[in-house]
């Protein structure tokens, strides 16, 4: 056996969240694409069952009250809170990240008062976040800025509204630093949003020490909530009887069945609801979510184990590839590492082919981006010893 498969068998020897891992449904291959879609936590098919023949089939309308269907919101927001550093009250779940990066944007111009007339937002960023900051500029009569992090600082001003930031890069798996740029979007009197998707899950973000005003981050990534589970809003609690949603419905009413045509908001994080919240999908993120309560699962166990299975995969990539056939774009550095390694060449769609033909399934960001996930509760240094040797083997073909 060579150097590092021992290795990799003593890592995974002392990995004290390898237990983790029989809770999922996983085949004989390699799953690094946990940052694109979660695996399937193995007790979430029956809850799904339950909710669909007892709570619906049988109860049917009853369940909004008797199964908790209608305080589901702010009930799983909570279940969240702590993996992202946030106090209970603070979160509700419900809509899309793409909803609710509107609902936070606009909600943090509104706050920021007239006199402040530009948006910031992470050049870098998820389309949808680019898309959707440049429409709530044009809504409120902002002018919008693109920029990269690194730059923000030096182009806040007492102008500067909001700034919409990534904590982790998407294609470069690059974490940024959350405490310092918030503190300096702060300090120039403005409000800052922080997209989660890519970090939430992975590592700690720490919302509430930190003084985020805003935040929002998707669940079917590392929180494994399923396709097209629910994403989250967190309104910091001073700032909740400010935040003046653009989408005010029914269900975020202070009497949401008082039927009464002008509009009340509800205190709180109820205040962040539209309509009527996707249950099925909701309870299933739920039931997912409870492979958290385990005793040896905290965040930081996650950031370590993320951190030593990126390391060895690096240097599994560099002891199995030939110099220079790919490079890494993701940082060295650990505090500027998400929990992704992003691996450049040119032909990196080709290659990824290959790769999930052999059952190492990651992914191909255009142009020439091959990106892997490693997702702490379900991967381990085995898994990752073999995703990089078929990797060397299909570089060398
Ligand atoms: C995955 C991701 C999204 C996804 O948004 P949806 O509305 O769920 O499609 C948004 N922003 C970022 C940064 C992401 O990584």
Redesign the pocket.
């Known amino acids: 056996m060579s150097e590092l498969a021992l290795r990799a068998e003593k890592l995974d020897a002392e990995d004290v969240l390898a237990p983790l891992r029989s809770r999922f449904v996983l085949d004989d291959g390699v799953y690094l694409d946990g ?2 879609l979660g695996a399937l936590p193995g007790h979430v098919p029956d809850r799904v069952q339950d909710v669909v023949r007892r709570q619906w089939g049988e109860l049917r309308i009853r369940s909004w009250d008797e199964s908790g269907w209608w305080t589901a919101p702010e009930r799983i927001g909570d279940r969240i809170a702590p993996l992202i550093g946030a106090g209970p009250g603070q979160i509700v779940v419900g ?7 509107f609902k936070a944007l606009v909600a943090a111009v509104r706050m920021a008062g007239e006199d402040r007339t530009e948006i910031l937002v992470d050049a870098t ?5 680019g898309y959707i900051a440049e429409s709530a500029a044009r809504m409120t009569g902002r002018t919008l800025r693109a920029l990269s992090p690194e730059e923000v600082p030096a182009a806040l001003g007492d102008r500067t509204a909001a700034v919409l930031l ?1 904590h ?1 890069d ?1 294609r470069t798996g690059r974490l940024h630093d959350l405490p310092s740029l918030t503190a300096a979007v702060h300090a120039a009197g403005a409000l800052v949003v922080w ?4 970090s939430a899950g992975a590592l700690p973000v720490g919302l509430d020490e930190h003084g985020v005003d805003l935040a ?3 669940t ?2 590392y929180l494994n909530g399923g396709p ?1 589970s629910p ?1 989250y809003l967190y309104v910091r609690r001073d700032l909740q009887p400010r935040f003046d949603s653009p989408l005010p419905g029914w269900n975020s009413h202070a009497e949401p069945f008082g039927m009464s045509p002008s509009y009340a908001p509800a205190p709180g994080a109820v205040r962040g609801r539209v309509g009527t919240p996707d249950i099925l999908s909701m309870l299933a993120l739920e039931a997912a979510l409870e492979v958290w309560d385990e005793a040896a699962v905290s965040v930081e166990a996650v950031r370590a184990k993320s951190l030593a299975l990126t390391d060895f995969f690096l240097d599994c990539v560099a002891a199995y590839t030939v110099p220079g056939r790919v490079e890494s774009v993701t940082p060295a550095a650990h505090g500027e590492r998400g929990s992704q390694v992003a691996l450049r060449c040119d032909d990196a769609g080709e290659v990824m082919k290959r790769l999930i033909g052999q059952g190492v399934v990651g992914d191909f960001r255009p142009p020439d981006i091959l990106r892997f996930g490693f997702t702490p509760l379900y991967v381990s240094f085995t898994d990752v010893h073999r995703a990089a040797r078929v990797l060397g083997e299909v570089l060398a073909e």
């Open positions: 940052n694109s809509d899309s990240t793409s909803v609710n990066v960023t998820f389309p949808t976040d990534n982790v998407y997209d989660l998707c890519h929002v981050g998707c079917y990534k097209g994403a």
